[in-house]
Nanobody, 115 residues
Framework: QVQLVESGGGLVQPGGSLTLSCVASGFTFSSSGMSWYRQAPGKEREWVAQ????????TYLGSVKGRFTISRDNGKNTVYLQMNSLKPEDTAVYYCKAWLGVGYWGKGTLVTVSS
């Protein structure tokens, strides 16, 4: 079955960096576009970034563009989200998503940006 497992979250000070990972299994990873979403406390889940199946194209939420970078390693069935210059408003649970005709989600990893 499809599984997505996120990791790499934690507590970081404003201005710091984190790299999230999402390891996928149960489907042909190299054929699937992948996305990162986040859900802040008391808010709806929002899309953050997406990357094409081969990794050649990516798009970003306006508020993270220039600070976050999505990438993937199809040999490792893993998608990454490099987050730099983190702000308190980036605090959220971060989820990866695979679209396979229906959406599949991981359980998320918590990122807390606070001094």
């Amino acid at each position: 079955q499809v599984q997505l497992v996120e990791s790499g979250g934690g507590l970081v000070q404003p201005g710091g960096s984190l790299t999230l990972s999402c390891v996928a299994s149960g489907f042909t990873f190299s054929s699937s576009g992948m996305s990162w979403y986040r859900q802040a406390p008391g808010k709806e889940r929002e899309w953050v970034a997406q990357i094409s199946s081969a990794g050649g194209a990516s798009t970003y939420l306006g508020s993270v563009k220039g600070r976050f970078t999505i990438s993937r390693d199809n040999g490792k069935n893993t998608v990454y989200l490099q987050m730099n210059s983190l702000k308190p408003e980036d605090t959220a649970v971060y989820y990866c998503k695979a679209w396979l005709g229906v959406g599949y989600w991981g359980k998320g990893t918590l990122v807390t940006v606070s001094s």
